[in-house]
């Protein structure tokens, strides 16, 4: 039997040509999701920018007049924006501390060794797969003036939790913080998980205490954890709609326009109003904002991030 050897261009040739069919076999798989994207995300977000350019007309079947960048200072420079934009900076600044705090107690509770810590851990993660409808349903019942929660437990507002323009959006945050405290806990207990054994140990030789070796030593290393917490619950405290558009809904009461968030806006303005410009240019300032939020965590507080191990 004698074999074949193929000369070093041949070889070289056939390695390239292995490779372009692996490329292509790979394009080929990932092509039906990336139509998907063109189609449902990146074409709406391109387009947005065009509908930004022209002034939705008064009155319905007329045409949109063009009036270029002038309606994005217009639009900004108001004070529903203006009000809007520091509803959500407040609804995040709730949201996301509270959150990845507890998640992160949560996740140091779940690392002790006790019997039955399995059917906790599954307790702890399980908001991560309840819905919004869901969840909206069963904390505007606990919240009911009536046969809720407060009134079992003695307590009664006036107005109601939902129509208080002081406690609506705090009432708000409370089901936010709910459902993302499923995914902190599990991000924080990955995280943990990761933390070498032998250096809490080391430290446990060395004498330290039990806070000090969790300030001096878990944090640290479990900073691009946290980092990486922070930024997914901000994006994900921004993009808060569902809870405020089942509890609260469209109305006039004064509730609404203390929850009125900047998402929740543009759809009032959208569908209410049916002025398509103003709401493209609040999109795109919510990702404008989304995108520089991001940008200024990974500046600053990756600083202080550990990656040493």
Same mark, same amino acid.
Request: proline share 6%; hydrophobic share 50%; glycine share 6%.
């Given at each position: ?32 999701? #990336? %139509? @998907? ?8 977000? !391109? ?20 009036? /270029? #960048? ?19 900076? !407040? ?6 501390? !509270? ?11 779940? $690392?002790?060794?006790? %019997?039955? #810590?399995? *059917? ?16 909206? @349903?069963?904390? +505007?019942?606990?919240?009911?003036? *009536? ?10 507002? $006036? ?22 405290? +499923? ?9 943990? $998980? ?12 060395? /004498? ?21 917490? *922070? ?7 921004? $993009? ?52 520089? #939020? ?16």
């Amino acid at each position: 039997m004698t074999t074949v050897e193929l000369s070093p261009p041949r070889l070289l040739h056939s390695r390239r040509s292995r490779l372009r069919r692996e490329a292509l076999l790979g394009y080929g798989l990932v092509l039906p999701a #990336l %139509a @998907v994207f063109a189609v449902f995300s990146f074409y709406p977000f !391109i387009r947005n920018f065009k509908v930004a350019l022209y002034q939705s007309p008064p009155v319905p079947g007329l045409p949109s007049r063009y009036v /270029g #960048l002038h309606q994005f200072g217009h639009v900004l420079s108001s004070s529903n924006f203006l009000e809007s934009l520091l509803t959500t900076v !407040i609804f995040v600044a709730l949201v996301v501390p !509270i959150s990845l705090l507890l998640g992160l107690v949560l996740a140091v509770a779940a $690392q002790r060794k006790l %019997a039955g #810590l399995r *059917i906790y851990r599954t307790i702890f993660s399980s908001t991560v797969v309840s819905s919004v409808a869901v969840a909206a @349903v069963v904390f +505007g019942t606990l919240m009911n003036p *009536i046969v809720g929660l407060l009134p079992w437990l003695g307590i009664s507002t $006036q107005p109601p939790l939902l129509e208080n323009t002081t406690w609506a959006l705090p009432a708000i945050a409370v089901m936010s913080i709910w459902q993302f405290l +499923g995914l902190s806990f599990i991000i924080m207990s990955a995280g943990l $998980q990761s933390v070498p054994e032998e250096v809490l140990e080391a430290s446990r030789i060395d /004498g330290a205490t039990a806070w000090t070796r969790f300030w001096r030593v878990t944090i640290p290393l479990l900073s691009p954890t946290i980092f990486f917490a *922070i930024v997914v619950g901000t994006i994900y405290a921004f $993009q808060t709609f569902g809870q405020i558009d089942i509890l609260i809904g469209f109305s006039n009461d004064p509730a609404r326009l203390h929850t009125n968030v900047l998402i929740y806006n543009i759809v009032t303005t959208l569908q209410q109003e049916n002025n398509a410009g103003a709401a493209a240019v609040m999109s795109i300032a919510l990702f404008v904002l989304t995108l520089l #939020l991001t940008l200024v965590q990974m500046r600053f507080l990756e600083k202080r991030v550990s990656y040493g191990r």
